[in-house]
């Protein structure tokens, strides 16, 4: 049956054959179609914007629903525009919520999703408010890691309302410059990495312009590049670690900066970790990120190593994007999941724990 489908501890063996008598329990045949009601909300997308402010996570509609009706009796999509959608979607208690919306914005308030769903004690994928509250902002999850004893670069967040505060850092060059809000590397480009006192100047005020944001200024790591997806059982709590190391081209100035551009270009490498140490290392740190920022069900989390090869934690995402990207990357590479699985996967693991 797809609700007995668990993750497994990840293992330092990440040899392909290993991997795969490992996880056996993630590959399944189809059984006879379970009586749930499972609901794909959307929001309304008049103007077309790839990244809406208000959707986390980006994915295929009718794909996933597709997916869905091969083990779900009754699977159906619907738009949320008006809080009168939003009050009938309360009273027809699905038995499963899956979505990438944040919050919707009625009348000028910002009613997000997953409290609704809490208060209304019906379930969903991700994790609650409270979590991606503190893993959106980039300077808040580098405290909160930095307390659980986890290491992380040196920083400090410039805030636009208080521009001259920067002027004495205390981090040495060279620094690395980004939005403290916002995914897919939006404001990370070749200036981002930063050696003197006018470049920095010239990254904040772009920053500043361009996004209208607060601004993270860290210690620049010299190392190789990972990110880490997570798949949590609910019902037993056991955190399974996938590591990838994602290499981006050099620039031209001979670094390797995951940018905006190569991510959308789609330019970067994406491999896996086959030293058994540094796949333990970097597990370890991932799964620890992921309860430290309160975590559930499923995440990704960034992490980077300095110049004598520690990990160090650079960022993390809660609602990580369903679609083939570094998510699904993670679980294919290290538990030959198919996509079809992976969807399966982060349903049945919520459906057993409601």
């Known amino acids: 049956m797809i609700n007995q489908i668990r993750p497994v501890p990840s293992t330092p063996d990440v040899s392909r054959n290993s991997v795969r008598e490992n996880t056996t329990n993630f590959h399944h045949q189809i059984a006879p179609k379970e009586k749930k009601l499972i609901e794909i909300i959307t929001v ?32 159906s999509t619907t738009e949320i525009a008006t809080p009168e959608c939003l009050a009938k979607l309360v009273k027809r208690k699905p038995d499963l919520v899956f979505s990438g919306v944040k919050y919707f914005e009625f009348d000028g308030n910002q009613i997000w999703l997953n409290d609704v769903l809490d208060l209304n004690k019906i379930c969903y994928i991700g994790s609650n408010h409270a979590a991606l509250d503190l893993e959106h902002n980039k300077g808040v999850a580098k405290l909160l890691v930095k307390k659980a004893g986890i290491i992380t670069a040196d920083y400090v967040v410039i805030k636009k309302s208080e521009e001259p505060t920067y002027k004495n850092m205390g981090i040495a060059y060279p620094v690395f410059v980004k939005p403290v809000i916002g995914g897919d590397s939006i404001g990370i480009d070749d200036l981002s990495l930063v050696f003197n006192r006018e470049q920095l100047d010239t990254k904040i005020k ?83 990120v992921f309860k430290a920022l309160g975590g559930r069900s499923f995440g990704r989390i960034d992490i980077r190593l300095c110049a004598k090869g520690l990990p160090h934690f650079v960022e993390a995402n809660l609602m990580p994007g369903l679609s083939k990207g570094y998510f699904y990357r993670s ?23 409601c």
């Not at 031209?252 to 970790?273: A, M, N, P, S, Y």
């Open 44 to 75: 309304p997308n008049p103007s077309g914007q790839k990244n809406q402010k208000n959707v986390a996570i980006t994915f295929d509609t009718k794909l996933i629903n597709n997916i869905l009706s091969k083990a779900y009796s009754k699977v």
């Open 206 to 288: 772009q920053i500043f312009d361009a996004l209208n944001c607060d601004v993270l200024v860290e210690s620049y790591l010299v190392g190789r590049e990972f990110s880490v997806g997570i798949l949590e059982d609910e019902l037993s709590s056991v955190l399974t670690a996938m590591p990838i190391e994602i290499i981006a081209p050099k620039n031209h100035r001979g670094h390797r900066l995951l940018d905006f551009d190569i991510k959308r270009l789609d330019q970067e490498t994406v491999r896996k970790v086959k030293n058994k140490t540094l796949h333990e290392k970097l597990s370890e740190v991932g799964k620890s």
């Open 331 to 353: 679980c294919s590479i290290n538990l030959d999941m198919t996509y079809d699985e992976m969807i399966l996967l982060l349903c049945s693991n919520r459906l057993n724990s």
